[in-house]
DNA sequence: TTGTAGGCGTTATCAA
DNA sequence: TTGATAACGCCTACAA
């Protein structure tokens, strides 16, 4: 049966102080205590294995030290390690990290935004990946909420573009795109086919917009039956497999970039269940970086985009705007920078079979 | 700059009625309010954007709606799939999930065990892998936090053997591992190999008690140089794999059964840079069946434990001892059934090429 | 059915 | 330095 803890009305009392004394010391502030009384109190908190209610305290002092991470999928290897560097810097400042799976529904988003509210939580980082179009009707409910969450003096960060206002911190996706597009061109490659995400999702348009600039600086035309859709899934790398054996063979690609290192993974496993050698018969990329890229056969060529560190510069920024919140929080778009990494995955068009 | 939030005596005075009944409608309690009140409330609550206050109300009624869970590293795809297994059912009842990161540390772990001591946490699902031997100091600091916990009405559950006194729900990991065993002896397999998890690890050991039994039962005797360390990481994996391709060729298994998934990743990876062919020169298996299980090349043969639902069914019972926490909550272990997944890392003994 | 008032556990203000 | 005491926002006897 439940029972109750000990309040520090009863500290105060073992310790025959005044509650205002044993708060003093308890919450470790700067407020003078003479050492007697300090130790008195010190040592009646610890025979009654007191414990200080932070419900109460956050309650008091208007600050609920909770971070919200708002993610697309926990399980996610993407959002799990974004997730991952949040949790690290908020437990290193006493914050706690509050995990919140939104399955890119709108719906669920601002369900949680609700409850996030009703908690007072300090810190919300948006990292499930914002829409290039809005104009359902929860969409524009978020962005209310956002506002008042905003003027109660939360702080709120997205890790992606995103058409709420508030401070960006990103990963550089047109770039990293651009740089490994402009590297399997200068492997030789001509036509080189694109794996989207999801549609509208924003990352996966300035990924886009990387691969486009690459080609077009390079003089190679585009080729829209190149463009293939997916879904961030493997499953979706797989049907995009299936897609891609069925073009003429004067249409192929000798090289694909799929949107990401999950996409890629799909892809490799549909082709060769079609027969296809890899890298021999096309090379492959991906975008990410996950911890599987180079644990595959052949190791995935891809770009890092150091998730955790974008994690960690997300919780960093939310502490900072907490520390200074009188200021409006300019929406500002820091950008972190991406880094190609060559794999096996990847061939000089030359050497490829065909 | 911040603003204050309207609290439900600004709802009662807009209403005009006194805060009981305003709390009454605003609450969903059952208590009996006229339907002109209600609406009174309801639109005054519209009006001011009212926002009820979770933690006044947590501190009020002496629960928190906080579930929290344990793991080593919510990156890790074993953890991340039971992480979203709890925050699922805890989000569907209104909870919300707070995720914690130990490392493996029995010092952060009892960090975080206080602190969600201090927020009154509700719920608290240990995840993070229990050790089978425990004489550390934080350890029996733990055990004693744990049963003030308790002692307080939280829930606490655990998802591996653990030493902590807190009823369990498990995967079948001695039945799942014999089973997989009992697979590659079917398969003519005499020399299997098995590289373990961290030291003492409890769910390590029952995989190894799996291994085993299957091997005494089928009369095949212990090769201690089959047993080869692993720490459940890819780096562990292909280090065992170093040691492995060292063997004289005479002791050299003909299968490998790696403790989890991530560490045949790292078996494969390494078995390949040393020049073998998979599966053709050695059979692989793992454990756990995590997602990019049957995306690897070849298709990983491993058991699985359904992670996800064993989250699921962590929350379940944590929510369920919240119901009836007048019991003192018996420290049952419900063990979840594992299923050997058959795929194309293993093949008939009389296949390989030696 | 409604309202008053006390208390959940802290912190902070203001006198002493 | 210390100590009453009033909040923080909510719920819930208890009375009316």
């Given at each position: 049966m439940p029972t109750q803890l000990p309040s520090i009305v009863d500290v105060a009392k073992k310790a025959g102080v005044s509650v205002a004394t044993a708060s003093r010391v308890m919450s470790s502030s700067t407020y003078p205590v003479s050492g007697t009384a300090r130790e008195k109190v010190l040592s009646a908190a610890r025979e009654l294995k007191y414990v200080p209610n932070s419900l109460a305290r956050s309650l008091k002092?208007?600050?609920?030290?909770l971070i919200a991470v708002l993610v697309?999928?926990?399980?996610d290897p993407y959002f799990a390690q974004v997730a991952r560097g949040v949790e690290e810097v908020a437990n290193a400042h006493g914050y706690l990290t509050i995990m919140c799976n939104t399955g890119r529904d709108p719906m669920r988003e601002l369900s949680y935004l609700q409850t996030l509210q009703d908690y007072r939580a300090d810190g919300i980082i948006f990292s499930s990946s914002g829409l290039s179009e809005i104009d359902y009707p929860e969409q524009v409910q978020i962005d209310e909420l956002v506002e008042k969450i905003q003027e109660r003096g939360a702080a709120i960060v997205t890790l992606?573009?995103?058409?709420?206002k508030a401070p960006s911190i990103q990963s550089d996706n047109i770039g990293g795109a651009y740089e490994l597009t402009a590297y399997l061109i200068s492997l030789g490659h001509r036509r080189i086919a694109f794996v989207t995400g999801p549609d509208k999702v924003a990352v996966s348009e300035q990924r886009q917009q990387g691969y486009t600039r690459a080609l077009t600086e390079a003089g190679i035309p585009l080729s829209p039956e190149l463009i293939i859709p997916g879904n961030f899934t493997q499953a979706g790398g797989e049907s995009a497999a299936s897609i891609l054996v069925q073009l003429p063979t004067e249409q192929r690609p000798s090289a694909v970039f799929a949107c990401n290192d999950e996409t890629a993974f799909g892809l490799m496993n549909g082709l060769r269940q079609h027969g296809w050698r890899l890298p021999e018969d096309i090379s492959i990329c991906g975008f990410?970086?996950?911890?599987m890229a180079r644990m595959v056969t052949p190791s995935l060529t891809t770009v890092s985009i150091s998730l955790r560190q974008l994690g960690q510069a997300g919780a960093q920024k939310v502490l900072s705007l907490l520390q200074n919140k009188q200021q409006e929080p300019e929406p500002t778009t820091e950008i972190l920078p991406a880094m190609l990494i060559k794999r096996n995955s990847t061939i000089p068009y030359s050497s490829h079979a065909n």
């Amino acid at each position: 049966m439940p029972t109750q803890l000990p309040s520090i009305v009863d500290v105060a009392k073992k310790a025959g102080v005044s509650v205002a004394t044993a708060s003093r010391v308890m919450s470790s502030s700067t407020y003078p205590v003479s050492g007697t009384a300090r130790e008195k109190v010190l040592s009646a908190a610890r025979e009654l294995k007191y414990v200080p209610n932070s419900l109460a305290r956050s309650l008091k002092i208007q600050r609920s030290k909770l971070i919200a991470v708002l993610v697309g999928d926990n399980a996610d290897p993407y959002f799990a390690q974004v997730a991952r560097g949040v949790e690290e810097v908020a437990n290193a400042h006493g914050y706690l990290t509050i995990m919140c799976n939104t399955g890119r529904d709108p719906m669920r988003e601002l369900s949680y935004l609700q409850t996030l509210q009703d908690y007072r939580a300090d810190g919300i980082i948006f990292s499930s990946s914002g829409l290039s179009e809005i104009d359902y009707p929860e969409q524009v409910q978020i962005d209310e909420l956002v506002e008042k969450i905003q003027e109660r003096g939360a702080a709120i960060v997205t890790l992606s573009p995103h058409s709420i206002k508030a401070p960006s911190i990103q990963s550089d996706n047109i770039g990293g795109a651009y740089e490994l597009t402009a590297y399997l061109i200068s492997l030789g490659h001509r036509r080189i086919a694109f794996v989207t995400g999801p549609d509208k999702v924003a990352v996966s348009e300035q990924r886009q917009q990387g691969y486009t600039r690459a080609l077009t600086e390079a003089g190679i035309p585009l080729s829209p039956e190149l463009i293939i859709p997916g879904n961030f899934t493997q499953a979706g790398g797989e049907s995009a497999a299936s897609i891609l054996v069925q073009l003429p063979t004067e249409q192929r690609p000798s090289a694909v970039f799929a949107c990401n290192d999950e996409t890629a993974f799909g892809l490799m496993n549909g082709l060769r269940q079609h027969g296809w050698r890899l890298p021999e018969d096309i090379s492959i990329c991906g975008f990410g970086d996950i911890p599987m890229a180079r644990m595959v056969t052949p190791s995935l060529t891809t770009v890092s985009i150091s998730l955790r560190q974008l994690g960690q510069a997300g919780a960093q920024k939310v502490l900072s705007l907490l520390q200074n919140k009188q200021q409006e929080p300019e929406p500002t778009t820091e950008i972190l920078p991406a880094m190609l990494i060559k794999r096996n995955s990847t061939i000089p068009y030359s050497s490829h079979a065909n």
